[in-house]
């Protein structure tokens, strides 16, 4: 069986994906599970955040047009079985240059087939980009899974509809019928306030149990351990925060099937 892999998705920015691809991927990696992170964003916040520096020529920039292989690209990381291919500012152009290749939906998920079935890992996490650009319809093409995260703010299930639709037009135009939605996180929960509160409720009530049990907590924690490097996990391991991410990532294991 191939590793799967899970796209982290959704065209806001600042609502928590990156925060969970890093936090997912190390808690899995701690799980046990050998995962690949694969930072998609040319800011490179997912790069950083499990401590590794932007570097020239390290992203997948050159092998989606068609020069050099995704698995040269991986790079291990400090904690033990998490390895990342790096992101840097490069990426932007992928974006205008992949539109003059006929298969510019699907050249990630061809670059990804032999790390997938290469038996290096159990599980590939894609960090996306803020918009619904091409290297977000890549991941999309290429995933298994999407795992939609939501701020908990008032705007929360503004935009999840454009996601829907896409998400249907992905499945059904036959781009990536396997495609499956494998649940909504809720983040930046703050149990101080009724509108957090109001906001889970409403997204409950829309997406019933695709939605995450654990919602992830709003705590500065979470916002400057990438600064040092580290996943939560290994920055602050007896926080709240840690505690929820361990507990999201075993909720995603099982959706997963593993
Ligand atoms: N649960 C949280 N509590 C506090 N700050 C958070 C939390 N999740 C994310 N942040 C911060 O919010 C900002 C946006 O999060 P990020 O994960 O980068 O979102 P995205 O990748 O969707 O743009 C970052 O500065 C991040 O550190
Ligand atoms: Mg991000």
Do not use: W
Request: aromatic share 6%.
């Amino acid at each position: 069986m191939p590793a799967p892999i899970l796209a982290i998705a959704n065209q806001k920015g600042g609502v928590g994906k990156t925060t969970t691809s890093i936090n997912l991927a190390a808690c899995m990696a701690a799980a046990g599970k050998r995962v690949l992170l694969v930072d998609l964003d040319p800011q490179a916040n997912a790069t950083s955040g499990v401590g590794l520096e932007k570097l020239e020529g390290g992203s997948l920039y050159a092998p989606l047009l068609g020069e050099g292989t995704a698995l040269e690209r991986v790079k291990p990381t400090a904690f033990d079985r998490l390895s990342v291919i790096p992101s840097e500012v490069d990426l932007c152009g992928v974006e205008l240059e992949l539109g003059r290749f006929e298969d510019r939906l699907s050249r990630l998920r061809a670059l990804l087939a032999p790390v997938c079935g290469g038996g290096d890992f159990d599980l590939v996490v894609l960090d996306c980009p803020p918009a619904l650009g091409l290297l977000t319809l890549n991941a999309l093409a290429a995933a298994d899974h999407l795992l939609v995260p939501l701020q908990c703010e008032y705007y929360a299930l503004e935009g999840i509809s454009t996601i829907r639709r896409l998400f249907d037009q992905l499945r059904e135009g036959g781009v990536n019928p396997r495609l499956n939605l494998l649940g909504v996180a809720m983040t930046m929960f703050d149990g101080r306030t009724r509108l957090s509160q109001q906001v889970v409720a409403e997204v409950r009530e829309h997406f019933g149990d695709l939605v995450f049990p654990t919602v992830i907590p709003r705590t500065t924690r979470l916002a400057e351990a990438p600064s040092f490097g580290k996943p939560i996990l290994h920055y602050d391991p007896y926080s709240a925060a840690s505690a929820a991410y361990e507990l999201l990532a075993a909720e995603v294991l099982k959706r997963l099937g593993f």
